[in-house]
């Protein structure tokens, strides 16, 4: 089963290379990652999305809480949550596909964020489904280019993931 | 008083209460050598390898129950020093590892002897440092030996480039460590363990498995008491031999791959396992399906929550120390007024016992050709069961761990989760060293004992008496074993050629070298290498032994725990 796991580790130099190095070393999959500092300049949040049977999750959950670094783990699936992806897409846009492009982007509540002769880029954010939904939704011959930060995940309510 | 880099390293292993400190020089860590040179409040063991600074400051932690710590250069030094890493953190040994690097700013610009040791110890090391700062160097140590030490121990290692040795700055000790990120838990959850009491009050046929963690938690008494009180068989892994006394009757000897045949039996058809620091290793368990085929219920004590239902499910998770958790343990089954159901109890005995009389560790006694049980039997009566043994990897260490009955924690020691040949010496050095009176026998192979033989130079130098067993059978014998059985008795490349002479290496070292042919010889020769007369002298005993002789039982790789073969089968 799909897993989304939000950590809170030390913001230190190399501490993102040990998550990393610990899934690749235990051969646990890993579909997206994403980090950056929390508003406590002290620490990292980072979130992780993994696929793998109840007992690797385990695993994981337990590998990841013994790093020394890290500081809380929670597996935002066990409860309801949020969960976020941000995606820039460049599509190819002349005569009547910016019209084209323009409806859909709307319709997936993107932002064209940036307009050039014959290209737009647009911001798009959601889950990852929703992602996928708009890519399938446009012509693929316009896509240019893309590029996606990964999910980023959020307990709903006063589920909360603090020190 | 502002120091510099490199007297608060030594400052801080006099504040940590060091003795002894494994290393080798080179140029990022001439500054601290320097100050090693000025101070005496620890004494600098200069080994002829990294590896091998390593390998003894991890048996000294085996040994005595304290951290180890090395000291190597970097580059070259911190790479040799990468198997003696790995032995340790597989077999969760509390060593502090530090490493020079070059200057901070030259880090990244492939610097002459610059290799990125934080990266290449990643993955074998509990946690590590890179100390950018001179001012983070006294705590960065300071956390060091609380990490390597607490919790599940580990090898921790701090990597030190070589200006942060010549900064200064005012140097103070801290007194405690808190990290908000690192927190063992000790206590087990009362609630668990009253379950878990429960459970064993209730077993008919109960079973208690030891491991490592009894040894390394100083939980030996509790875990005897314990199966004392309600009278429960015993068995210990490799790692936890000498966690329960050996020549106790109640003691089934060792389990798994080369496990006796009653504890593998016992293991498998008990109804309730008492698990303690033992991880249920893949040589332990055997096929974890076969495993799982048998109804039991499992009480699992571990301090590290991953070694718990990581390839068995447990029933009764207590994650803990087991010196804590067992004590807790031990007031409730005191005090409960329910008692072991002894009717079952003698019939789980009885059955014990008759698996017991299938005797699957006999051999031939009367060969003329040694064998090599025979002289580790030997080694057991000539030293009263009360030497510390060490060993390399091999047929060798198995027979070492079948037939040196370990009364005692801490008197064996070996290379189980790495399975390090070459380990036998150097684990031989530190030992003495943190027992300087104690009878050291080094339990080797002629193929181990050669990839650490330059530390017979050590020994030399520092006047460690330590007596090798080599029992010489001129072939990498565990190799040869499974090419016998499963690859058609093919001996790819597992023969030793060209052997040294052992007992004119043995001399040319300065030592006392000794070669015996004879079943008959044994006896006298280990008891002159363990007469007073030896008692300060290295003694390099070359056993020729029998080289067709294998370790039985074996449970192949893939069987299930009660499928062993044994010697009379084939
Ligand atoms: C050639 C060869 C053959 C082998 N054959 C066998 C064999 O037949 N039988 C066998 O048993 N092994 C065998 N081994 C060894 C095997 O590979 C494993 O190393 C060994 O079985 C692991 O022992 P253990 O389960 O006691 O765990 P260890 O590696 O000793 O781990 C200790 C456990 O205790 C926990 N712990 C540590 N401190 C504490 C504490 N204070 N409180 C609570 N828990 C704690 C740790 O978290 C860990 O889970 C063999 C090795 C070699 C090289
Ligand atoms: C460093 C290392 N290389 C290879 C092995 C694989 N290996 C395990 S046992 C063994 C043979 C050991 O031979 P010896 O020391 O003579 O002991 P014996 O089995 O003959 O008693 C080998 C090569 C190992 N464990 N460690
Ligand atoms: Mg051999």
Redesign the interface.
Known sequence: MRHIISLL??NE??AL??VA?LFS?RGYNIESLTVAPTEDATLSRMTIVTVGSE?VI??II??L??L????KVLDLTEGSHIERELMLVKVRAAGKEREELKRMADIFRGRIIDVADLSYTIELTGTGTKLDAFLEAIDESVILETVRTGASGIGRGDRILK? | MELTGAEIVTRCLAEEGVEFVFGYPGGAVLNIYDEIFKQNSFKHVLVRHEQAAVHAADAFARASGKVGVALVTSGPGATNAVTGIATAYMDSIPVVILSGQVPTAAIGLDAFQEVDAVGITRPCVKHNFLVKDVRDLAATIKKAFHIAATGRPGPVLVDIPKDVTSHKTEFAYPDSVSMRSYNPVLKGHSGQIKKAAQMLLEAKRPMIYTGGGVVLGNASEQVTELAKLLHYPVTNTLMGLGGYPATDRQFLGMLGMHGTYEANMAMQHCDVLLAVGARFDDRVIGNPAHFAREQRRIVHIDVDPSSISKRVKVDVPIVGDVQQVLDEMLKLLKASKEKPDEAALNTWWTQIELWRSRNCLKYNRDSEIIKPQFVVEKLWEITKGDAIVTSDVGQHQMWAAQFYKFDKPRRWLNSGGLGTMGVGLPYAMGAQLAHPDAAIACITGESSIQMCIQELSTCKQYRLPVKIVNLNNRYMGMVRQWQEFFYGSRYAESYMESLPDFVKLAEAYGHVGMKIEKTADVEAALKEAFSPAMKERLVFMDFITDQTENVFPMVEGGKGLSEMILAEEL
Do not use: F, I, L, Y
């Open positions: 580790m030390e130099a190399g290379s040990r190095g070393a007992d385990e695993q337990k590998q809480n013994k020394v670094d890290v500081v020190v």
